[in-house]
Nanobody, 116 residues
Framework: QVQVEESGGGLVQPGGSLRLSCAAF????????MAWHRQAPGKQREMVAS?????VPTYADSVKGRFTISRDQNTVDLRMNSLKPEDTATYYC????????????WGQGTQVTVSS
């Protein structure tokens, strides 16, 4: 089984920065894609950024140039700069890992609020 834990959310003013961190735990043999998703009230969950096992990132158009995803072994970080009120959401970490069964694991979410 694979467990995922996020940290780093909070309240920040527009234009500010935050860093989210996520760690995957369990009898993990290999981690494939790691990603951050978000869900704002009344909206569908959307992918914000993902990164392959080879370190290739993908970003949603709405965060390109402002967010940076990085990974190191069983952890993945999301650095968020120039935050906007529309970035307010619950952010979820998603990890696809092999134990040897394949798990698509999600964290409980961490709240990011961008407001003055």
């Amino acid at each position: 089984q694979v467990q995922v834990e996020e940290s780093g959310g909070g309240l920040v003013q527009p234009g500010g920065s935050l860093r989210l961190s996520c760690a995957a735990f369990g009898s993990i043999l290999r981690i494939y894609t790691m990603a951050w998703h978000r869900q704002a009230p009344g909206k569908q969950r959307e992918m914000v950024a993902s990164i392959t096992s080879g370190g290739v990132p993908t970003y949603a158009d709405s965060v390109k140039g402002r967010f940076t995803i990085s990974r190191d072994q069983n952890t993945v970080d999301l650095r968020m700069n120039s935050l906007k009120p529309e970035d307010t959401a619950t952010y979820y970490c998603n990890v696809v890992a092999q134990t040897p069964a394949i798990y698509d694991a999600w964290g409980q979410g961490t709240q990011v609020t961008v407001s003055s």
